[in-house]
């Protein structure tokens, strides 16, 4: 495998990036739609406890003004392809992929933006022609064409310069109080056939999943069940990259520790404001391009900031702070 120097950087560079390099911004949980106006018929089921959490917490954290100031800063950076890592909604509810697709189209074509599922997406069973299917061009592998997208067809691939870009959906329903995910058999089975397909290819492998793949990152209520059958065929078949959300705060981990492999990178929700700082809005824009050994990857993580009403760019101490502290790093 190629090898590949990771830097952490504040690049305060603005505008499009140089024809060598690939800019991809990673944004997750944004949690953007509201649910002002829900018949109560709505919050039957699991759902009732979502709506009190929205209504306690959740519609106070995820703020208009903040994806306003979002897409603002996409805008000026101009990166050549965003990764949408899930929860775009609260409970998943038709109406609320409705307000995500409208909110999709204004940021930019679905070539140029990819999107897996969240378990909030999937906060309970509904039909996909009336959920996911709004967002099935976002999904959609770059061969599925015209043929339709449904459940059973992750993962995606869509190849976007010398980045391969694949999408897995860990997002299923699960009992209250839990925040689960599942691979399943199936598509661990396919993933492993697309990434025999792709090795040698000479593309920067980036896999997207909403549950952090790296064991411990989060609690076992919110844990990826399957994780551990994720990891040990990552060690066969190795990545670049994988992007991840769900833990709302900055993660990375090795996922192979001992050969430095597999490298994991959680980012924050993109919309939320709290009472602490490294919990604010956050996205991490990537700087790919082929080094002499192999590829150089640049972090830059840009944050929202209260005073400004602004993203900026940060030092990158979050994200190194969270790699030394990885329990992968000792050997979990
Ligand atoms: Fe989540």
New binding site residues.
Partial sequence: MAEMALEFDADQRHGAPPASEFALAHLS?LHLSSLENLSPRALLSKRVLGYASWWLRRRHEHRAEVLEALRADLRSEQPDHIAIT??LTHLGLPQEFRQAAAWLAQLGGADGITVIP???DAYVREPWRETFAQWAPYMKSDEAGEAAWTEGSFPSLRIRRPVALIGLSTAQPSAPFL?S?RLGEAQLQRLGRMLEQTAGAGLFRIVML??PPAARTVRWR?SLRDGAALRDMLRHHQVELLLH??A?LSAAAYLDPGLGRNLAIGVPSASAVGSKAERNATYHLYRISRAASGWRLRVCVRSYSLQSGRFHAEDGRRLRLALAAAPAARGA
Avoid: R
């Fill in positions: 949980d899930g929860d969240g378990n909030h925040a995910g909403h549950h919110k959300g769900h709302h």
